[in-house]
């Protein structure tokens, strides 16, 4: 079946230092492909999304490029700050959009000053 | 402002009863879902419904139960028969139509068995 594999953290990393979190997927035919952020006693938010092979998404500096060849979708920023201290869950919809989405575990993201 | 709304957001339950966790949308999404988080774990699905009077069993069922009565409400009932209800639950829905919608999710209620 369709799956989602992320890196496990947590990932510990200084301000402004470079962001990536690893997430690939397994999935028959061409899934939507999406980020998703979870601050602490919240529900999840949607941070970004692509529905197609090398579309990015974007959203407050976060960046994710859908990799058909790789079956890749990973996560970037540029500069961390303290308030992106979160939990990041990949996610992605099967074509039929009939069935839920399959997250993956989540990845706990600390940024420090 | 549309959105989906879960209540309560704290909730205590004494051992061997059941209480009923809410969740309403106002977005005219066709799907609604209920997650059950653990700490430092990921989402489990526990049922889901993509139509009125219709809902599905997700991968941990077993001592919940749901009603869809209506599009826009998709509460969730934990059981005695639940054995470890302790737990952060998140409702969400989203469209039915297509495969390319995202989900949209509730602040979330968190159950605590005392």
């Known amino acids: 079946g369709d799956s989602v594999t992320q890196m496990e953290g947590p990932v510990t990393l200084s301000e402004e230092a470079f962001l990536t979190i690893n997430c690939t997927y397994t999935?028959?035919?061409?899934?939507?492909l999406f980020w998703y952020v979870q601050y602490p006693g919240e529900g999840l938010q949607l941070l970004l999304k692509a529905t197609k092979a090398d579309d990015k998404g974007s959203n407050k500096g976060f960046e994710a490029t859908y990799r058909k060849e790789t079956t890749s979708f990973h996560l970037e920023k540029g500069s961390v700050q303290v308030s992106d201290s979160a939990v990041y869950f990949c996610a992605l919809s099967p074509p039929s959009g009939n069935t839920p989405l399959v997250f993956g575990k989540g990845t706990r993201l600390s940024v420090i000053a | 402002d549309g959105g989906i709304t879960q209540s309560p957001k704290y909730l205590f339950r004494k051992e061997g009863q059941n209480v009923t966790l809410s969740c309403e949308q106002n977005l005219n999404h066709d799907a609604m879902y209920w997650y059950r988080q653990d700490p430092g774990q990921g989402l489990r699905l526990i049922y889901y419904?993509?139509?009125?009077?219709?809902?599905q069993k997700g991968d941990i069922a077993e001592g919940y139960s749901v009603s869809r009565e209506k599009k826009e409400s998709f509460p969730l009932t934990v059981t005695s028969a639940q054995k470890n209800p302790t737990a952060f639950y998140l409702c969400?829905?989203?469209?039915?139509?297509?495969?390319?919608?995202?989900?949209?999710f509730g602040q979330g209620t968190r159950l605590t068995v005392v």
């Open positions: 419904s993509q139509i009125v009077n219709d809902f």
């Open positions: 969400a829905s989203r469209q039915r139509q297509g495969g390319f919608t995202e989900a949209f």
């Open positions: 999935a028959t035919g061409y899934p939507s």
